[in-house]
């Protein structure tokens, strides 16, 4: 009877991530595709150079909305499940509170200090003949910098109720959207730099609105028959942010891993050379995409779990996610790597030089992935100081081997460090969650996952290349072969993957779901 009990609940813990990462994955396809349509049109319109100055500005962006965030959205999605999980209603509104103010306010004033600073960072980042270019990108995104944190910050509290509708429509699907449309547009018409950054960034004010919108809806569904919190309101923040600082600084770390190579780039080389790099790095954080999807989907579930005290099965809902993600981003990692030549010829002549970026990124990512949401399961088990160190030691891993291999080996010495430090930032936490609950990704849904994509995407691949070359008819011919194979292998697995649990979706629309008791 356990056994037959225990089976049943790993059933419906498998059905629930099926849920929530299906859509977050075709959200993350949709993101993907959206955002690989934009760099070719920033670089087929603006060129490498031009095009460069862009991108850098957009990765200094990024780096500043995680900054500015401070962890709030994990530490909302953490505690908003947890609320829900304990039936404590009232402290939602606490959360909320607690939570959005500090980003705000840091927000505004992270802006103000973008625009006093922004010639001196355009001196540093624009080179000879880009400086006023990115000055102005630079004083057009500092406005948006407080909407882009909050936007983060909304979207982690509607993860947090069980739904990853939101964080889909708004910001995976939503914006990528609106930022294709608004930034082509604006390079058919020729604007200034400071309107085509502005162009990007008004994705951010609609996905922020989506999201509050959305926020005030489910906040709306949970308000009937909760019990009011004893908790005081100086509890509640001591709670948050002893949770949440340390995920503040972990955040920051990780993208600054993800984003910091390119301004380092520009910094240490030259615009053109950060267009040419970022393309190279775009098509493989591409397949990463995938990877925040499962994240996503998968936090409140590992969450709410640990509240209750399931540990077997949150190892299980973790082998079960970590074997889904290999089958989804392997088979794109193998295709870069194996075709990366034919996939850079279509961005132009001038990218075909990141070949070796390319084959040094995936072979990590492959790496990485294997591990699965291995630091989002060590935050969500309480141990954000942690991550915290861990995070730490990749940034600093990263920056000094930025330093010291770009000025030796230019664009491959950027992509080495990425890869070292993105691998550290995974091993990790996976030796201390296996220490502190045992956990372990490997298994035969591991191995089922890892020999389905190396038999249709390796084996098929590399057979190919060798034999007929590596032009874009023989890319395609591959794609479709390689699908085939993999279609047929993955049907013949899915006992080993749980792939029923996704049959209850076929014919039925999603559906809001609370992370399983």
């Known amino acids: 009877m ?14 629930h991530l099926a849920r929530g990462s299906s859509l977050s994955l075709f959200g993350g396809v949709a993101g993907a595709v959206l955002a690989t349509a934009m760099i070719l049109v920033v670089t087929w319109g603006l060129g490498a ?3 460069g100055a862009f991108f850098e500005v957009i990765a200094l962006f990024n780096i500043a909305i995680v900054a500015v965030a401070i962890g709030s959205d994990t530490g909302l999605v953490r505690f908003t499940a947890r609320s829900l999980a304990l039936d404590d209603g009232a402290k939602q509104n606490r959360l909320l509170l607690v939570g959005l103010v500090p980003v705000l306010t840091i927000g505004v004033m992270v802006t103000v200090a973008g625009l006093l600073l922004a010639p001196a960072l355009g001196r540093s980042l624009g080179g000879e003949s880009h400086v006023a270019e990115v000055t102005s990108m630079i004083r057009a995104l500092a406005v948006f910098i407080p909407i882009g944190a909050l936007n983060l910050a909304v979207l982690g509290t509607t993860r947090g109720y ?14 990528p959207a609106v930022q294709l449309a608004l930034v082509g547009a604006a390079v058919v018409l020729g604007v200034s730099a400071t309107w085509l950054a502005t162009a990007w960034a008004v994705g951010f004010v609609l996905s922020l609105l989506t999201a509050v919108l959305w926020l005030g809806r489910l906040r709306r ?3 009937t028959g909760r019990p009011a919190t004893n908790q005081p309101l100086r509890e509640t923040i001591r709670e948050f942010w002893s949770f949440t600082l340390p995920r503040a600084l972990a955040s920051i770390f990780r993208v600054g891993v993800l984003w910091l190579d390119v301004v380092l780039v520009g910094a240490l080389m030259s615009t053109r050379d950060v267009a040419i790099y970022t393309v190279a790095t775009r098509i493989v954080q591409a397949g990463y995409l995938a990877s925040d999807a499962i994240g996503q989907a998968v936090e409140p579930m590992f ?22 993600l290999i089958s989804l981003t392997w088979p794109l990692f193998l295709a870069a790597l194996i075709f990366a030549p034919t996939i850079l010829g279509l961005f132009g002549s001038d990218f075909a030089t990141s070949t070796s970026v390319v084959t040094i990124l995936s072979l990590s990512a492959l790496i990485g992935c294997g591990f699965g949401s291995i630091d989002i399961l060590l935050v969500m088990a309480g141990k954000s100081v942690w991550s915290l160190w861990n995070s730490a030691v990749s940034l600093a891993t990263n920056l000094g081997l930025n330093l010291i291999l770009i000025p030796t080996m230019g664009l491959n010495g950027a992509a080495l460090a990425w890869a070292i430090s993105r691998i550290i930032s995974n091993f990790l936490p996976f030796i201390e969650m296996h220490r502190l609950l045992g956990i372990n990704p490997l298994g035969r849904r591991w191995a089922a996952a890892a020999g389905a994509s190396v038999l249709a995407f390796a084996v098929v691949g590399i057979t190919m290349r060798l034999t007929l070359g590596d032009g874009l008819g023989v890319f395609l011919s591959y794609t479709m072969i390689a699908l085939a194979v993999y279609g047929g292998t993955i049907w013949k697995l899915r006992d080993h993957l749980e792939l029923a649990a996704f049959t209850g979706l076929v014919g039925t629309r999603f559906k809001r779901t609370r992370s399983p008791a």
């Open 2 to 15: 356990i056994a037959e009990e225990s089976r049943k609940e790993n059933s419906a813990d498998a059905a």
């Open 49 to 51: 150079d031009e095009g």
């Open 162 to 175: 069980g739904t990853m509708l939101p964080t889909v429509a708004a910001e995976r699907a939503g914006r």
């Open 221 to 223: 569904r949970h308000e």
């Open 303 to 324: 969450s709410s779990l640990l509240a209750r005290g399931h540990a077997d099965r949150t190892h299980n809902v973790y082998q079960v996610a970590t074997a889904w």
